[in-house]
């Protein structure tokens, strides 16, 4: 399994860009895990009034529910998870890539997404591949309108 970052800040463009590779890959035949980090205080959301959520409120450290081939799992981790603990889940399942949005400080192959000029200095994270950008004026980074480059760029990755 390869793993690949989208590091960026706030409303660059890191969403939009794992969801087009997501589909793009998925449709070409490739299994992608994604994992984004949540980033912005508080927690993420479970579905309310549900059997699994009730559960886990009641104090359970783990609570999953399976049906249809869609499995859910919540867990329970104090002070938190680590990323390298989080990768490791991912490896038992069958994946050819894992999208990694978020843990722009992580040593793992990434690509940033800039938004503007000020946005350059994510430009020294560590192991950085590529720039990508929703801005159409700013030069010497992959458009994000460019659909097909993008998705291009990421098949190389996976090949390389």
Known sequence: MKILQIAGRKDSGKTALAELWTRALADNGYRVGTLKHHGHGGKPLLAPGKDSTRHFEAGARA?????????????????????????????????????????????????????????????????VRAAFSLNPALSGCMKLSDRKSCVEWVEAFLKG
């Not at 329970?76 to 843990?103: C, F, M, V």
């Open 63 to 127: 609570a999953g529910v399976e049906g249809d081939g869609l499995f859910v799992l919540a867990v329970r981790a104090d002070p938190g998870l680590a990323l390298e603990q989080l990768i490791g889940w991912y490896e038992a399942l069958p994946l050819d890539l894992l999208l990694i949005e978020g843990y722009k400080y992580a040593p793992y192959p990434k690509v940033v997404c800039l938004r503007d000029e000020q946005d350059r200095d994510l430009l020294s994270l560590p192991n």
